[in-house]
């Protein structure tokens, strides 16, 4: 059956698209314009890297896709309504103009104002097919839906202070065609299962010229396409984390250059993200977001700042490059310093980590051997995905490329933390390292060097109370000392000055890492993080830098299972415990 009337949601499904948008905006504009956030940056003049679909024409040309294919398994009850939004960008080309005596205009390469340097630029249009179906509808052949979006050409005129006309902006935009097919087919089994599969396609009927480039490319294509599903009456079933009996039916289903999440609060079922970026279920916007920033792989604290060191000039360029770039620069200008604390960190939850009969930083029993501090709680480091974003966490490691605390955590600064707070979906989190000095916050991962934090009193950023005293401070537990305290590896005391072999694993490891497996490491130092882990602090063998990280405390940190002892050395390192 093929529709060709877009479709009016009722209210309630009106709701829950926009509650899906959130996370679905940063999709769209991912990586729009990135910083320094002016036209003139090498980075921004290679756009439009996720959920393009050029004309099929182009397909042979480059290796890009002219479609998106998405498989999900829904459960709809009886009389349901399938409400889908196919979300893009139309990409159109703005040149400047200046006004010329008699009423007469040119194209120039740039259009100085008071305020802003105007300059070419493409700029991207929003875009949505909407469309309404019955499920019973889907049974079958399904429903096809063509849709197109016209050429245009519109101008805008241009003025000074004063009012007067000094220019023009031309933008350009070419026609694209497209078409949505909707299927569903009923699964085998008790349960009322159906798959649902959804093609979005580019159908235009564009051919390039001899020598013809991207750019002509990306203007006849949908730009960061991604779709939202809503059912009325029913649910869908996780992809990424489906019951047991749906793992087969959760196996079959093919999803080519989208990956489709439940989206909206935690615990709903009815909407469904499928996005060229992939995210977890229920993904979110960190509520400490300042706002959009167009960079989920970056950290919204380093951007901010690094956006406020920006000359006036620089910052004119942005303003003239886009819109959305133009808010950047507002944004970063007018942040006020608390608003800039809320992004250093955040605590999401806290949970007991002890018994209860071990006071803090009494001692605890350690499986591996070790004796480590056991505080009576810690923050659980569960950030809410992010981009800025993101981004937005740090994927398994701590800041700084190391393991566990991170290796840019200097022993007594107690200054790493996690950085997985940003505007846009979260690309992973990681153990983290503990918060800086003096604030009260313990991210869990946090390395046990150091006086600690929560040093005064008060309350904090957002109400936090701050004690007056540490709830754990390792300067004054004797049971803690990273200069002698040691750890079983191989049934042999491991502690500083011993020589290991480093044997990074890959669900520890980064790429940094392991480039160093196999290499001989010196130990400084076996520390201890507030959730009882322990890692063991080295520096590499021939580190031409190996005294400077020595002097400032900045190791590696790898885990006791990702060391060996060195053969030559095992009998000293024995002789020498005590």
Not at 16 to 22: D, F, N, V, Y
Not at 478 to 492: F, I, K, M, Q
Not at 515 to 530: I, M, Y
Request: aromatic share 4%.
């Amino acid at each position: 059956m093929t529709v060709t009337t877009p479709a009016t949601f009722a209210a309630a499904t009106e709701a829950r698209l926009a509650a899906g948008r959130h996370v679905a905006d940063a999709v769209l504009f991912e990586g729009y314009v990135l910083y320094p956030y002016r036209a003139s940056a090498a980075k921004n003049r290679l756009r439009w890297q996720f959920g393009v679909l050029v004309p099929p024409a182009w397909t042979a040309t480059a290796a890009e896709h002219d479609h998106q294919h998405t498989e999900v398994l829904m459960e709809p009850r009886r009389g349901a309504v399938l409400a889908v939004e196919v979300r893009f960008l139309h990409a159109q080309r703005r040149t400047v103009q200046r006004a010329l005596p008699g009423g007469e205009f040119e194209t120039v390469a740039e259009l100085h104002l008071t305020d802003r340097v105007l300059v070419p630029w493409d700029e991207g249009r929003e875009e949505c097919v909407r469309l309404a179906v019955p499920v019973a509808e889907l049974a079958g052949e399904g429903v096809v839906h063509p849709f197109t979006r016209p050429a245009a050409e519109e101008t805008e005129p241009v003025t000074d202070g004063s009012g007067e006309t000094v220019g023009r902006l031309v933008r350009r935009r070419e026609e694209i065609g497209g078409v949505l097919r909707l299927a569903a087919l009923p699964l085998e089994g008790p349960y009322s299962t159906q798959r649902l599969s959804v093609t979005v396609e580019n159908t235009g009927d564009w051919t390039p010229e001899a020598g013809a480039g991207r750019d002509a490319a990306l203007s006849r294509s949908l730009v960061a396409a991604h779709t939202l599903l809503h059912l009325d009456a029913g649910g869908f079933l996780s992809l990424t984390d489906p019951p047991e009996w749906a793992k087969g039916a959760v196996g079959a289903c093919r999803n080519l250059h989208t990956w489709p999440v439940l989206a909206g609060e935690g615990g709903s079922r009815d909407l469904v993200l499928s996005s060229p970026i992939i995210l977890e279920d229920h993904p979110a916007i960190a509520p400490e977001s300042p706002g959009a920033l167009y960079d989920a792989t970056e950290i919204d604290e380093i951007l901010a700042l690094r956006t406020a060191t920006l000359t006036d000039e620089e910052k004119r360029e942005a303003r003239g490059t886009d819109d959305r770039a133009a808010a950047v620069i507002d944004l970063t200008d007018s942040m006020p310093a608390e608003m800039l604390e809320r992004l250093h960190g955040a605590v999401r939850g806290l949970r007991e980590v002890t018994d209860g009969t071990a006071g803090a930083g009494g001692p605890a029993s350690a499986a591996d051997g070790a004796t480590r501090p056991a505080p009576s709680t810690t923050a659980d480091a569960r950030p809410a995905p992010s981009s800025g974003t993101a981004h937005a966490g740090t994927a398994g490691h701590g800041p700084g490329g190391g393991h566990g605390p991170g290796e840019g955590s200097a022993p007594g600064d107690g200054a790493g933390y996690e950085p997985g707070l940003g505007h846009g979906p979260a690309l992973g989190s990681g153990p983290g390292a503990g918060s800086a000095p003096g604030d009260g916050l313990g991210s869990a991962g946090g390395i046990a060097l150091g006086p600690g934090a929560g040093a005064g009193g008060g309350a904090g950023a957002g109400g936090v109370p701050r004690p007056d005293v540490p709830w754990w401070d390792p300067a004054a537990d004797a049971s803690v000392d990273p200069g002698r305290d040691s750890v079983l590896v191989d049934g042999r005391p491991v502690r500083a000055g011993s020589r290991v072999v480093l044997r990074p694993r890959l669900r520890h490891s980064d790429a940094q890492d392991l480039f160093l497996d196999g290499r001989t490491a010196l130990v400084e130092a076996v520390v201890h993080d507030v959730d009882g882990g322990t890692h063991i602090a080295v520096t590499v063998e021939d580190d031409p830098g190996a005294d400077i990280r020595r002097e400032q405390g900045r190791f590696l940190y790898f885990q006791p299972d990702e060391v060996a002892v060195a053969e030559d050395i095992a009998e000293d390192v024995e002789e020498a415990a005590p």
